[in-house]
C-alpha cells in the first residue's frame, strides 16, 4: 500500500512520456516517404495541421525535441510539397501537351479527309463537265451533220425539180416543133 502512490505516479509518467513519444513519432511520421509521394493538396493538409500544432509545456522535457521535430518536419513537408506542384505542372503540362497533340491529329485528319473529299468531287466535277462538253460536242456535230445532209436533200430536191423543169420544157419545145 505504502508503494501504490510511487508505483501509480510511475505508470502515469511512464503513460506520459509514452504519449509525449508517440506525438512525437507522429509529428516525424509526415516526413515519412508514404506521406511526401501524396498530392499537393494533401501535402498542404499536413503542412496547415502541423503548423497550426501548439508545443507547449505539455511536452515538458521533450518540448525542445518537438519544437525541432516540427521545425524539420514542415521543412521536408514544404520541400515535398513544392517538388510535388512542380511535378503536377509538368504533368498537367504534359497532358495539355498531349491533347493538343491529338487535337492537331484530329484536324490534319479532317482536313485530309476534307481536302480528298474536295479532290474526288473536282474530278467527278471535271469527268462530268468533260462528259457534257463530249455529248455537247457530238450533239453539235449530229445537228451539222443533219443540217448538212438536210441541205444535201434540199439541193438533191432542187436540182431534180429543176431537172424535171428543164425536161418538161424540153418536151414542151419538142411538142411545139
Known amino acids: 500500500e505504502i508503494l501504490a502512490p510511487r508505483d501509480a505516479w510511475e505508470q502515469a509518467e511512464k503513460d506520459r512520456v509514452a504519449k509525449c513519444l508517440e506525438f512525437l513519432d507522429e509529428i516525424t511520421e509526415l516526413a515519412k516517404p ?17 503548423s497550426d500544432l501548439k508545443i507547449d509545456s505539455r511536452f515538458m522535457e521533450y518540448e525542445e525535441q ?28 504534359l497532358e495539355r501537351l498531349r491533347k493538343e497533340q491529338l487535337e492537331r491529329e484530329q484536324r490534319e485528319r479532317d482536313e485530309r479527309i476534307a481536302k480528298e473529299a474536295a479532290d474526288k468531287a473536282r474530278i ?3 469527268a462530268k463537265a468533260l462528259a457534257e462538253k463530249q455529248r ?8 451539222a451533220e443533219l443540217a448538212e445532209r438536210q441541205q444535201r436533200e434540199a439541193a438533191d430536191r432542187e436540182a431534180r425539180l429543176q431537172a424535171e423543169k428543164e425536161a418538161a420544157l424540153l418536151r414542151e419545145e419538142q411538142l411545139k416543133q
Open 124 to 126: 467527278e466535277a471535271e
Open 34 to 50: 508514404e506521406f511526401l509521394g501524396n498530392a499537393a493538396w494533401q501535402l498542404k493538409g499536413y503542412i496547415d495541421t502541423l
Open 136 to 143: 455537247f460536242e457530238r450533239e453539235q456535230k449530229e445537228q
Open 66 to 93: 518537438a519544437k525541432i521535430a516540427k521545425y524539420e518536419t514542415l521543412e521536408v513537408l514544404r520541400t515535398a510539397l513544392t517538388n510535388r506542384e512542380k511535378y503536377e505542372a509538368e504533368q498537367a503540362e
